[in-house]
């Protein structure tokens, strides 16, 4: 017997697979990797930051790990519904991490408009403006990043990680 979803239970959109990683451009693929391994905390969230000292040393890591720090939390804290994302080791992304990965991108080229449609996916509207600036603050250091990494023949941050079995 198949028992089919309660539709008046809001299903989880947002964690909907919709790409595969390898599909993404570097810097989208490294935002999803970072919003995973932030919202893991522990030891994902510590080897985000040591990643990121080995890409743009200590002082400018400590300042993109504090924005990052910051963004999240307000993302978080203003989102619209919980945010949906998948495990590190996924291959997958779903609707949530791809509007957010989309934020930071358009935040990075200095799109504020397309920044803010992405944002209004994930966050309230008092929180948009505030996003988009921590975004476009942050911006640098992830390009820094993603163009020190870009050569590089290790995978995305985390995804040689040990898998962890909570989320799929």
């Known amino acids: 017997m198949t028992v089919l979803p309660d539709p008046t239970v809001p299903a989880s959109r947002g964690a909907a ?3 595969q990683m390898d599909e993404l451009p570097r810097l989208e693929a490294i935002a999803i990797m970072f919003l995973r391994m932030w919202c893991d905390g522990g030891a994902n969230r510590q080897r985000m930051a040591g990643d990121l000292a080995l890409a743009l ?3 400018d890591a400590a300042i993109a790990t504090t924005l990052f720090d910051d963004l999240m939390h307000l993302t978080l804290s203003c989102a619209r519904r919980p945010l949906m994302r998948h495990g590190v080791p996924c291959p997958c992304f779903g609707g949530d991490e791809c509007a957010f990965a989309n934020m930071l991108a358009a935040a990075t080229t200095g799109d ?3 920044a803010m449609l992405f944002s209004a996916i994930l966050i309230t509207g008092q929180a948009a403006y505030p996003a988009i600036a921590l975004a476009q603050d942050l911006s640098p250091f992830l390009l820094r990043f993603t163009r020190a990494t870009q050569n590089t023949t290790a995978d995305l941050p985390g995804q040689t ?3 962890h079995t909570t989320r799929h």
Do not use: L, M, N
């Open 112 to 114: 504020r408009e397309e």
């Open 161 to 163: 990680h040990a898998p």
């Open 57 to 59: 040393g200590q002082d």
């Open 17 to 19: 697979p919709v790409g």
